[in-house]
């Protein structure tokens, strides 16, 4: 199975400041197809976890342009540049290119200063 | 707009079974494959099963291959997950999620989830 870890595993920020979270693979995740199968979710409090960015660096749907992603092969970072009071929860980043299984980071808790 | 509503679970002793359900609405449920993840109690996401839009492929964790079984009533706009011989460590909040694509790579929509608990 692919070993996803993420660092730090908490972080606190002051609002209006950036934050960085760190994903990488035990393997790389660029397919043959040229997709990177590596993803990133955020889990507020009480609710389920909500699709921020797909293949590395694509923000879904109505996610705001303060997070970005980046990286390739087996490193990856998600970024925030400037937190705010909605962005607190867990961040996992997810692989999907070896199905089964689909793993996940042990996720990283970020609050706010 | 997607929308995932699980249930089923609930308090069932070791070694018994329970089927969780989805019920999909907001989309084209027969085009996407779908998801089960499990959350235990403080801990992060596992990644429990998919099925493909039209049930042609399945795919399990190691952990409950041969005890879950992950099915979809395209009919009914359904999913389900039979959880049977149930553990201590089954017990978590299931939840069912859409895949983007017709097969398995990325959930996108994500239920409120249901909560299994393994107990004696």
């Known amino acids: 199975d692919i070993v996803m870890t993420q660092t730090p595993l908490s972080l606190s920020v002051t609002p209006g400041q950036p934050a960085s979270i760190s994903c990488k693979s035990s393997q790389s995740l660029l397919h043959s197809d040229g997709k990177t199968y590596l993803y990133w979710y955020l889990q507020k409090s009480g609710q389920p976890p909500q699709l921020l960015i797909y293949?590395?660096?694509n923000r879904f749907s109505g996610v705001s342009d303060r997070f970005s992603g980046s990286g390739s092969g087996t490193n990856f970072t998600l970024k925030i540049s400037r937190v705010e009071a909605e962005d607190v929860g867990i961040y996992y980043c997810?692989?999907?290119?070896?199905?089964?299984?689909?793993?996940f980071g042990q996720g990283t808790r970020l609050d706010i200063k | 707009q997607v929308h995932l509503v699980e249930s089923g679970g609930g308090v069932v002793q070791p070694g018994r079974s329970l089927r969780l359900s989805c019920a999909a609405s907001?989309?084209?449920?027969?085009?996407?494959?779908m998801h089960w993840v499990r959350q235990a109690p403080g801990k992060g996401l596992e990644w429990v099963a998919v099925i493909w839009y039209d049930g042609s492929n399945k795919f399990y964790a190691d952990s409950v291959r041969g005890r879950f079984t992950i099915s979809r009533d395209n009919s009914k706009n359904m999913l389900y997950l039979q959880v049977n011989s149930l553990r201590a460590e089954d017990t978590a909040l299931y939840y069912c999620?859409?895949?983007?694509?017709?097969?398995?790579?990325?959930?996108?929509?994500w239920g409120q989830g249901t909560l299994v608990t393994v107990s004696s």
């Open positions: 997810m692989q999907s290119i070896q199905l089964p299984p689909i793993t």
């Open positions: 907001g989309f084209t449920f027969s085009s996407s494959g």
């Open positions: 999620a859409r895949d983007i694509n017709y097969g398995g790579s990325l959930p996108d929509y």
């Open positions: 293949e590395v660096f």
